[in-house]
């Protein structure tokens, strides 16, 4: 089983800047893309940014250049640095991670499964 902990997020200023960490732990064996996603009051949930194994990362449209998302492979943690802030990007931001356990039994890996954090607020105020 595998947990996640995120940490960060709080209220800040427009054009303010924030950084979010989140951390993976419990029984890992090969954590493959993990990312951040957010939901705002009203609207579904959405992707921010993700970065997978080998560093490869995906960020939304309207990022635009102000995020940046970062991955340390040996303590499986992301962070998302947030700049340039702005009133739209008030959401609750969650940590998302796709994981693929061992059967040493059958000596294979298991299906993949997906993890999300438990959530932290991000608020811009105007």
């Known amino acids: 089983q595998v947990q996640l902990r995120e940490s960060g997020g709080g209220l800040v200023q427009a054009g303010g800047s924030l950084r979010l960490s989140c951390a993976a732990f419990g029984r890992i064996y090969s954590m493959k893309t993990m990312g951040w996603y957010r939901q705002a009051p009203g609207k579904q949930r959405e992707l921010v940014a993700d970065?997978?194994?080998?560093?490869?990362?995906t960020y939304a449209n309207f990022v635009k250049g102000r995020f940046t998302i970062s991955r340390d492979n040996a303590k499986n943690t992301i962070d998302l640095i947030m700049n340039r802030l702005e009133p739209e990007d008030t959401a609750v931001y969650y940590c998302?991670?796709?994981?693929?356990?061992?059967?040493?039994?059958?000596?294979?890996?298991?299906?993949?499964?997906?993890?999300w954090g438990q959530g932290t607020q991000v608020t811009v105020s105007a």
């Open positions: 998302h991670a796709d994981h693929n356990d061992y059967d040493y039994a059958l000596e294979i890996e298991r299906d993949l499964e997906e993890y």
């Open positions: 970065i997978d194994s080998v560093g490869i990362r």
